[in-house]
């Protein structure tokens, strides 16, 4: 599975980016499609995930900021990330787990920066 993210850059405080990740494969391949982001010095974290039916999870830090979508015809997860704050800043990695799988795929990451 390869992916292909896009989307990141750079932005002032309470701007707004949305975030691309399309993955190659059959259509409805993927149980589990997210977003993770990580700081220097700090551990990957979850900022959203989506499953195929559509429960959507996030993290409670970006909950009403941030929202999760996927086009699964397309194998595609989208972030629309709203209000963004400087401790947004991160390089935000695509995940995507598929169906009877333990182990999923993450994608390169796309940097994200928030200025204030």
């Known amino acids: 599975v390869q992916l292909q993210a896009s989307g990141g850059g750079l932005v002032q405080a309470g701007g707004s980016l949305r975030l691309s990740c399309a993955a190659s494969g059959s259509s409805g391949e993927f149980n589990l499609m997210g977003w993770y982001r990580q700081t220097p010095g700090k551990q990957r974290e979850l900022v959203a995930t989506?499953?195929?039916?559509?429960?959507?999870n996030y993290a409670d830090s970006v909950k009403g900021r941030f929202s999760i979508s996927r086009d699964n015809a397309k194998n595609t997860v989208y972030l629309q990330m709203n209000s963004l704050k400087p401790e947004d800043t991160a390089v935000y990695y695509c995940?995507?787990?598929?169906?009877?799988?333990?182990?999923?795929?993450w994608g390169q990451g796309t940097q994200v920066t928030v200025s204030s």
């Open positions: 989506a499953s195929f039916g559509g429960n959507m």
């Open positions: 995940y995507i787990l598929r169906w009877g799988r333990s182990l999923g795929t």
